[in-house]
């Protein structure tokens, strides 16, 4: 089955399919993954594919809350938050697929610029 990469820049299909093999989903067989170990697997894979890092590093903050149905759906399908046993996504307010995948993509911009939150912009 192939997955959906994030679709960030405009050579989004080609990356597709690289940061599907640079992922460890499949080391880990039936076992759902914590948010921390997917900010670690995912940035690990961002860090291998220069373009895709590249587009991270030139991304403001509140840019990732808009790659939702990009990088957050790849997220969401190829960490398996959707399943129904996932105890990490059961259906409730807080800790629901699109929540988690939303906080994910925010982590993984701020571990990349430093581990600091960018300030707000009022």
Known sequence: MQ?????IGQDAPRR????????QVEALGDRFW???????DYIE????LPETLEAWMNAKREDVRMWSWG???WIRNHYNLWHTDNPYTRRS????PERMSA??????WD??????????QD
């Open 71 to 73: 990088a957050g759906l």
């Open 103 to 108: 906080r994910i993509l925010e982590r993984v």
């Open 16 to 23: 597709q399919h690289r940061l599907a093999r640079l992922t």
């Open 45 to 48: 894979c961002i860090k291998r």
């Open 3 to 7: 997955q959906r990469p994030p679709a």
């Open 34 to 40: 914590s948010e921390d170990e997917i900010v670690r």
């Open 93 to 96: 307010f807080e800790n629901n």
């Open 111 to 120: 571990e990349l610029h430093g581990g600091a939150k960018q300030p707000k």
